[in-house]
């Protein structure tokens, strides 16, 4: 007899596991919800690369890809999770991958003696989804993720990687670990907490750029320094990646280019700038300079009359049509003068506006052709 399809079941290549995983085609059929939050194969294929062990065990696996991502590092992984549904899904996975490494147990996580398994190191990815909302705080997952760090100390698992919410501050994250913000193609993913021996620094940056595992990647045993000064040319500016801002590793990205000889410095704590080209990894975003202005009235919502006709002008004579406003503006107020800058616009280049504090710039983004 066939059995029935999860509750909300969606087939795989049209569910958002299509990008996710290199082998969605052949991949059982699972909820959007799981789909959603499961972890992508480039990102469990990183983390797994840092924890190897004889056992291992993945205690909230859901549809199972960090687990299968563990089995090629770990000659033994259990798979736990409190979701029936979830489980046969990911057992179905694991054979797809050909992970049979993987011993899959149905239970609440809480309740497995893990030194009854043997367990070396421990990985948990505690569910961000309560009542069909998000949730992002540590005593918000299911299970709650700061008693489940305190179950596996006591358990007597001194390595183990813990996967939190991108959203969540540095103070808001426990101490005694080392933090990793972890960035797929520039986009935040999650913050892996690494403890015992798998701590390496403070604080940790990687960016993933794809399925191939291709990756650029910081580590800082303090954060929030002072960098760089700003010569008065500027032709070009890089925008930080999310995570290095939020992690504040400005200071670590600045000396990590200067070994490579990029020659940018510090523009703000989201921007760096430089008088020449650079690439790197570490950038969401290159623009070219096309414009600047110096004033005193050029505060983002607040700018003057005077600044808006200059930007205007500017605008036109670089033929553009559509404007991206970069700056400290209240939502209604930018979208206000956004409306007002491209009514008198008839080009067909979008170009953005940024407002620094006393300086108004206008680039283009590099990475649009």
Known sequence: MEQPKPRNALPMPNSPGREKFSRWKG??????EAAEQATPEAVARYRASRLKAGVAVDLCCGI????????GNCGKVYAIDIDHDAIECAKKNAAEYGARNIEFICADCTEIDLKKLGVEIAFADPSRRAEGRRVKGLAETRPNTSELIELIKKAGVENFCIEVSAALGLDELPQGCEKEFISLGHEPNCISLYFGDLKKAECSFVNIEDMGGKRHSLQADSVGEAIGTKPQMLRYLFEL???IVHMKMQKQA???LGKAREKVFSFNETFFGSTQ???SGFFRNSFKVLAELESTGAQGGNAGEKEKAWIVHALQR???GKAVLRGKFDERGQLEMKREIESMLDGKLKLH???FGNKIVIGRNLEIR
């Open 318 to 320: 670089l033929r553009a």
């Open 64 to 71: 199972g890809m960090d687990a299968i991502a563990l089995a």
């Open 353 to 355: 506006v940024f407002f």
């Open 241 to 243: 990646d999310e995570g």
């Open 254 to 256: 600045h000396e990590t």
């Open 277 to 279: 080209k650079a690439k």
């Open 27 to 32: 991949m059982t059929s699972c909820s959007r």
